[in-house]
């Protein structure tokens, strides 16, 4: 079974830097996309950043310039470096696998990790 193993959230100042990593486990066959989502308390999930397995990327505004994504196609791994982390950056960070198809040739919309908590506060 496919998932998405995240890790690397915590508590860090305003203006401080985390690296979050997600591992996609499983066997895979094949892997368009992956990004990472962010839920703050009594909000929506939205996107923060995704990468296509060619490389191409995208970001929210709330975090160009800030924010790096980058992916590791032979390891399944995506990869999110923040910098100049703010309050408002608080949130849960999830992880989201885009149309992927398992060794058993499965095929799945999208699978998410269960999330890891970003702190930004002094």
């Known amino acids: 079974q496919v998932q998405a193993v995240e890790s690397g959230g915590g508590l860090v100042q305003p203006g401080g830097s985390l690296r979050l990593s997600c591992a996609a486990s499983?066997?895979?066959?094949?892997?368009?996309?992956m990004a990472w989502y962010r839920q703050a308390p009594g909000k929506q999930r939205k996107m923060v950043a995704g990468?296509?397995?060619?490389?191409?990327?995208v970001y929210a505004d709330s975090v160009k310039d800030r924010f790096s994504i980058s992916g590791d196609n032979a390891k399944n791994t995506v990869y999110l470096q923040m910098n100049s982390l703010k309050p408002e950056d608080t949130a849960v960070y999830y992880c989201?696998?885009?149309?992927?198809?398992?060794?058993?040739?499965?095929?799945?919309?999208?699978?998410w990790g269960q999330g890891t908590l970003v702190t930004v506060s002094s």
């Open positions: 989201n696998l885009n149309h992927i198809v398992d060794a058993a040739g499965n095929s799945y919309v999208e699978i």
């Open positions: 499983g066997s895979i066959r094949s892997l368009n996309g």
């Open positions: 990468i296509t397995s060619g490389g191409s990327t």
